[in-house]
């Protein structure tokens, strides 16, 4: 009994499938690109058209346009196609501009590294 693969098994795991299509790729430093997929090659080096950063913060997120972008195969984690025909955000999403959305980053980093700091000075009550 011998088993073949199906001629197109190849084809379904290759980016080859998402040419032409919207897509989400999340990078390793945390950051979502959103755009169309123009092409790749075998390092999963990829080029977005029309892409841009979409930065979320709590409900607040901002598009942040970067037009024709390459993107190095090593700093992708995901990439998944978008259905273009549903919403992409929650309806509780507000839309922000990118120096409020800037600010809004900045101050979650500021609150991220006050909690490390109070926890840090805790560890000696060794709560756990």
Do not use: H
């Not at 196609?81 to 507000?94: G, N, R, T, V």
């Amino acid at each position: 009994m011998s088993w073949s693969a199906p001629d197109d098994i190849f084809f379904s795991t290759s980016l080859a499938a998402y040419l032409d299509k919207k897509l989400l790729v999340l990078l390793r430093d945390g950051r979502k690109l959103m755009g169309l997929l123009r092409s790749f090659d075998q390092f999963a080096n990829a080029v977005l058209e029309e892409a841009y950063e979409r930065v979320i913060v709590g409900d607040l997120y901002c598009d942040i346009p970067l037009g024709l972008y390459i993107i190095r195969g090593e700093n992708v984690v995901l990439i998944g196609e978008l259905d273009i025909e549903k919403e992409e955000l929650p309806a509780q999403m507000i839309q922000v501009s990118e120096a409020e959305i800037k600010r809004a980053q900045k101050a979650e980093k500021e609150e991220m590294l006050l909690k490390g700091t109070m926890r840090k000075r805790m560890e000696f009550l060794d709560l756990d």
